[in-house]
């Protein structure tokens, strides 16, 4: 069940000012009016056309003046439940149109003014680096772009102007903007034309494809690289690991700053190491939208196994309500790849953007969601410490929508805690009394290596995790050796 968004604060709001071809739309334009108050150039002048054609009306009709609240009174839009949808990287939104013109977004309440305004906030949902939306491109009224009913409507006003320019539809300044986007986000992304994959359904953590209690394969991926993958097919494995981009690849900024307790990274660690299959939990902490700062203060490790529907809506509830009385916020979420690098597979990777957009769509502005991936007992690491990172997804480029998301190195802050939680202590001792006798728990009094067992290998990795206060050496000594009497 994939984790669900916090509820958005106060109901519907209203839509920041318009920036694309909708501007004005508060005051209904009346067609026979005098000059039109938006951007200079009317349809008078396209095609050299304005000859014979009334001053005033040349001046008022220009495309800009066109609003839904105009195409309404002329009976080529009716009001209507669901009439309204933007499809945008694979994702569908829906709203309903209003006798007034407004649009009110079904998913949230929110309400909005124009076509323009409904459109950038949904892609700005999935692109946060998304300027404009191009709403009457975007936005479709029963399966039809709403720029052909305000060509229509053009036409059977201004009966001088040919069909052909009518229908047109030159690119706004929104419009150019993304094109020039996209011929960028094609160079800097380094993927091939080619390369046309579909999006699957995004699943949350606790429903994965992998068994209860089966063993993640110990066989060793090679990563791909996300410029190499190619189509997705039938074939193509979506446990297929892919190298992760950084920013500064790309020349751009992260856009948002983090910040991790290091009692989160302490706790998904000795998560990881208990059992040979893979685990999954929760993040809690705060995003401060001023300083654009996500703070992880608190893991939430789910005890219960991947698949595992019955058993997955009692733990997140249980973990909703742990969030709650702690006044934390879910910020991401945390799984592991036992024998396996700590990179994203494409199966995580149509997750992680399922998960964002579930978790930007509780707020009425951006919030990031995190991905932390922990590899435990990967041969490639470079010694007993277990390689956790962190990873987030960039849409792909607009011209290929059904392409996979790009994963994106994160860089955090460490922030070394002072003492082992209670609550840490807690989540310890109750994962250590879950995994009790599964088979696929780590025999921790075996081998890890020649040198050191499983058991010396958690305790060197938990190390350099560890709080300032030593007092905690004792606590954790406590916790193993009851890992010593379970295996």
């Known amino acids: 069940m994939a984790p669900e968004p916090l509820s958005p604060v106060g109901g519907a709001a209203e839509d920041a000012p318009d920036e694309d071809e909708d501007d004005a739309e508060a005051e209904e334009p009346e067609p026979a009016a005098g000059a039109g ?68 977004w079904q998913e949230t309440g929110q309400v909005f003014n124009s076509p323009s305004a409904w459109a950038t906030h949904c892609k700005k949902l999935v692109n946060p680096a998304k300027k404009s939306g191009c709403g009457w491109a975007s936005v479709k009224y029963k399966g039809q772009k709403l720029d052909k009913y305000k060509a229509a409507w053009l036409r059977r006003h201004q009966l001088h102007v040919p069909v052909a320019a009518a229908e047109e539809s030159p690119a706004s300044e929104g419009e150019e903007e993304e094109l020039i986007e996209d011929e960028e986000e094609d160079v800097l992304a380094g993927v091939s034309a080619e390369d046309k994959t579909r999006r699957h359904p995004g699943k949350g953590p606790l429903e994965t494809a992998t068994p209860p209690g089966k063993p993640v394969d110990s066989k060793v991926q090679v990563p791909v690289r996300y410029c190499m993958l190619g189509s997705r097919d039938s074939a193509r494995n979506p446990h297929t690991l892919v190298e992760v981009t950084s920013f500064a690849a790309i020349n751009k900024f992260q856009p948002f700053n983090v910040a991790i307790s290091s009692n989160v990274l302490f706790l998904l660690d000795f998560h990881s190491h208990l059992t040979r299959s893979e685990v999954v939990g929760y993040l809690g902490g705060r995003w401060d939208i001023n300083s654009q700062m996500l703070t992880v203060l608190r893991a939430f490790p789910c005890r219960c196994r991947l698949g595992d529907a019955n058993s997955a809506a009692a733990v997140e509830e249980e973990i909703y309500q742990s969030l709650f009385l702690r006044g934390l916020s879910l910020v991401g979420w945390y799984h592991s790849h036992p024998h396996s690098p700590a990179l994203p597979s494409l199966q995580d990777i149509d997750a992680q953007m399922e998960y964002q957009l579930r978790l930007q769509g509780s707020s009425n502005g951006f919030q990031p969601c995190l991905a932390l991936l922990c590899s435990p007992y990967y041969s490639g690491n470079p010694g007993p410490e277990s390689k956790i990172s962190p990873f987030w997804v960039t849409p792909p480029p607009e011209q290929r929508p059904s392409d996979y998301s790009v994963p994106m190195a994160v860089e955090m802050a460490y922030v070394q805690d002072s003492f082992l939680t209670n609550d840490v202590v807690h989540e310890m001792m109750q994962l250590v009394e879950f995994y009790k006798g599964a088979p696929d728990l780590v025999r921790f009094q075996e081998a890890w290596s020649p040198e050191l067992s499983y058991l010396d290998k958690l305790k060197m990795s938990l190390a350099s995790r560890t709080p300032k206060d030593q007092g905690v050496c004792h606590v954790l000594e406590q916790v193993c050796s009851v890992l010593k009497q379970v295996t």
């Open 37 to 104: 108050g938006g951007r200079s150039g009317s349809l008078g002048g396209l095609g050299g056309c304005a000859a014979g054609v009334g001053v005033a009306l040349g001046g008022a009709l220009t495309r800009r003046a066109v609003t839904l609240r105009v195409l309404l009174k002329d009976a080529l839009l009716e009001p209507g439940v669901g009439v309204l949808c933007i499809y945008y990287l694979g994702k569908k939104f829906i709203g309903d149109l209003q006798p007034d013109g407004r649009i009110v």
